[in-house]
């Protein structure tokens, strides 16, 4: 691996893996919970939060950041951590997620996808090698490598097409990764020379597809290596099948991404079926539609029933907002739409993913996570209690 | 006065003084500015974010408290502080400037005002005593007697009306006040025992109203004094004229608030004509709107010009967005309309508001107060720059 990437697993419990990664822009304990900071902010949250949230790496969006405020305005600045602000690691994803899902406003072939800004209706080209580009200036610590992501409905055929355009795209995206790293790419202007590059296993729900790639992937060879196409509508059960058939067969060495996944129980079972990083919107989206965790599941605090409830959301969370806000305040301020309230809500459930993860890192480290997944799982419900 | 109330002027420097304001939630160093917390919280910032500020003082909003949660359901949660999770003074309006900005939504008598909730059209009364209270439940330290403020447009006849009502609700408002208490108004439970009520000069932009006011209202008895019914249109001159005239009349032991006011160098006038207490809503409203200031006026930070300028907003400035943000970030996030930008936006401007008041303090401690004004004045100009 080129320059200061590095990953060491420490601890082992079953398929679960305690470890650290090591990044230009300083390590990262895994297993770890990646905030989603899409166009370069974590929604309702300042850097200082994120570092009080204990947060050790954040993920930005390159589709967003590329077209506003564009990556070569970024490159100026001096890339991505400089330009926001934040100067522990960064991973991007290809922008290829965001493309797929403008549905009727893009076109995609071999060459890469076609698509109109969701903004201005402006047109534009993703390919394998423009999205090595975009994250080269962005200078992210890790970047992903462009790949098609079937929908869940998508049939065999359809998902084995997707699969196998993200294969041929990969082999295009690491043959750029290279040019781009030897500074062979005279109109790329990289802002951090330690990037690394992660392939993505695709394949949908069908094993023998989620195999295929593997393979292919491994045989092309990048940095680490990410499951992406899941947490995309399917069955948790099924997610977690899939993990738990294509984990294993990752390079045991190297960290394992599990992308865009998903609810606190989602985490604890993939951590189980040896994944080591994730990232997900829902602890910051739901909570500014309002829905808190708790130990016991999650709750909307706009419900009616919190009006005169001044106990905290969760008796027992040390969070800045259950340390000092009531249920009945936190409900207030949701209901009028105070910005505030984003604000409290979204450190609470960030504080919880990374609370857990904490907690996941410390079982692993003691050969107690077995006996954590099971009370967690026991206690936690993932319907909404409003209890 | 009851209570822990207690004002003392430590320093003077011409009209100007430097003083110290106890209250039951702790002391005020004056002159300060009060950040406005309108529905139970400084829009997008934390308690947190306003202890680190250093803000000493914030205002509530008596109609919007009034409407949502409602002040029994805060009475019931032991009052305002408690609710919000500030610990520090509070000063409620009466919220007689929100009914009479509600335009055809409301009808005036001298019974009080009738109107219809802004929100979902439901109709309500407010009276002085009803205004008395429905403070009392709130608890805030500093409670404000029921007033109508004639528009900047009021002719002398109107200005009159308004002025010569205000004097009749004051004599009720008192009254009911004196009755909560001394426990003697059965259905309000009042959250702060040591809870203080100022008065309010009004009379519009004319001299002899204003002293017709000023001597009704000493004349009736309150903790402290306010001048109302400025900054509501009329040019700066004629604010300052106002305040020079009605300030020096008001009793010298007793804070003196200019109620609603105003830029920066408003601040700085009306320190130089003996006023104490300021409330504004610019600081913050401007924030979210991308006027952040500067030591030589606002900019607005939405320009174009600032796409690619990494200064910060003010290289003088201490505050956490100027020590850690470029404009060139700040322009992105308001741009592309990031939760964050309010309030990166908000602790900035929040910061020079409250660290001018710093300044103006110490300055009179030291007999340069004078000095610091003139230099002040010199090098701001209230016109947006975006230089």
Redesign the interface.
Known sequence: MPGAFAFAVTHREGQARRGRLVTPHGPVETPAFMPVGT??????????DLVDLGAQIILGNTY?LYL??GDD?IA??GGLHR???WSRPILTDSGGFQVFSLGDLRRIDDEGARFRSHIDGSEHVLTPERAVDIQARLGSDISMVFDECAPATATEAEARVAMERTLRWARRGRARFGQVSAGDAAQVTATNPGQVQFGIVQGGVFPHLREASAEGTLAIGFDAYAIGGLSVGEPPATTYEIVGRVAPGLPDDRPRYLMGSGMPDDLMECVARGIDLFDCVLPTRNARNGQLLTRVGPINIRNARF??D?RPVDETCGC?TCR???R??L???A??G???????NTLHNLHFYLDTMQRIREAIEFGLFEKLRQEFLRSFSRGPLNA
Chains 1, 2 share one sequence.
């Open positions: 166009r370069g902010a974590v929604k309702a949250l300042t850097p200082k967003h506003r405020p305005l100026r600045r330009f926001i602000g009006a005169e001044d800045y000092h806000f009531s009945a305040y409900r207030h301020l209901t009028v105070e910005m505030t309230s984003a604000t409290l």
